[in-house]
C-alpha cells in the first residue's frame, strides 16, 4: 500500500514569507507526528495530532509554528514569518497506535526547507 | 541532559562482518520502547526494530538484532553480515509516556567492500 507522502520535497523562501509544508499519512492510521532534523542532527519533535484529542504542541519551537490536521487525515504545517534558523528537512510519521500495540512510526520522505 | 546517547558519530565495518552501533538512554519510566532506525542518503527515515522495556528477550529481525541490557540502559544494535546497503545513518529512539520519540544523534556506518 501507499506511504506517508509529503509535498512539496524541496521548498526554498526568502526570510520572512510563509510556507505551508503538506502530509498525507497512510490510509487508516490515526495518528500523525512531525519532526524536524537539521543539518547532521537528530530528530526533533514538533506536533503529534491523535484522532480527534487535541494536539500535543509541546515541541514546537515558536509561534510563528501551527499545524492543522483536516478530517483526521492530511496534515499541514505552516511556518509564518520564516527565519533562516527554520532551514531543515521537516519529516512526517504516522501510525496505527492499536493499544498495547507495537505503534511504529513511519515516515514519509520528508520536505527540505530552505530559508535565503 | 540527553535521554538518548550514541556515542559513535561514525563506524567502519568490512562487507560481511557483524557490528554493534551502540545507545545508550535514560528514563525513569518503568514502561519504554526503543526503536532503531536507519536512515541512507535519500533521507527517508525506515524503521528496522523494536525492543519493549517488558519484553525478556532481545528482539530480532532477519540481520538486525538488539542487544538489550535493562540494568546498564543500553540497546545496542547488531547488523550481522554486513552489506554495502548498510551504509547509512543509523539513529536509535525512545518512547515514554506519550507517543513521540526521542532521538539520539545518530551513528554514520560506512560498509566497506
Known sequence: GAGVSQSPSNKVTEKGKDVELRCDPISGHTALYWYRQSLGQGLEFLIYFQGNSAPDKSGLPSDRFSAERTGGSVSTLTIQRTQQEDSAVYLCASSLTERGGLDTQYFGPGTRLTVL | ?113
Open chain 2, 1 to 113: 541532559a540527553q535521554k538518548i546517547t550514541q556515542t559513535q558519530p561514525g563506524m567502519f565495518v568490512q562487507e560481511k562482518e557483524a557490528v554493534t552501533l551502540d545507545c545508550t538512554y535514560d528514563t525513569s519510566d518503568p514502561s519504554y520502547g526503543l526503536f532503531w532506525y536507519k536512515q541512507p542518503s535519500s533521507g527517508e527515515m525506515i524503521f528496522l526494530i523494536y525492543q519493549g522495556s517488558y519484553d525478556q528477550q532481545n528482539a530480532t529481525e532477519g540481520r538486525y538484532s538488539l542487544n538489550f541490557q535493562k540494568a546498564r540502559k543500553s540497546a545496542n544494535l547488531v547488523i550481522s553480515a554486513s552489506q554495502l546497503g548498510d551504509s547509512a545513518m543509523y539513529f536509535c529512539a525512545m518512547r515514554e509516556k506519550g507517543r513521540k520519540l526521542i532521538w539520539g544523534l545518530g551513528t554514520s556506518l560506512a560498509v566497506n567492500p
